[in-house]
């Protein structure tokens, strides 16, 4: 759960789990596009383990927020397409938490997804919304230019000019910040 959500206790830890969430997210699409590996994680709220400090458990357990490992367990049948049944799937919008809905077993191979085990549900998280089509342009990066700067090839035959929008006034100027920072 720390891979999701903020975990001010214990920031080191949430960082870590962050940066394993999306690892997934960005390399689990790809692997299974191309070598047919799947990745997904498996983030579990509370469960008893012996990375808790002492009396934690208890406490938890007390207070009704102690997640069973069936429920671990049951995420990963879902990932390994055995069956169990569909009342302890949901689908949570990252954009409307307050939106539940039933789900089935998955049709599809599941890779790059984010499987979080609470209580006795698993809940699929879907990805985040792009802001707007630039973020989705710049994130899936469908005309290359990220692979391609990486492999040394820069796309510059039939780039468009960059159109700054009704923002540009606030923007600083481009050569301002070559000057700052000493770029050529």
Known sequence: MAGIYGFQVQPQYASA???????????????????????????????????APDGLIDVVRMAGHLTPMRTVINAFALLLEETIGKECYGRIDDNDDSKREGLEQPRAVLSG????????YIYLRKQVRFANESQRSLIED????????????????????????PCASAMVDADEVKNVFNYA
């Open 17 to 51: 789990k962050h940066g394993i969430v999306g690892l997934v997210r960005s390399t689990g699409p790809k692997l299974l596009r191309d070598e047919s590996i799947s990745l997904n994680a498996v983030l579990p709220a509370f469960v008893a383990t012996g990375l």
């Open 113 to 120: 997804e984010r499987i979080e085990a609470s209580l006795d």
């Open 142 to 165: 469908p005309k290359g230019w990220w692979s391609g700067a990486y492999e040394g090839k820069r796309r510059t035959k039939g780039s468009q000019p960059h159109n700054p929008g």
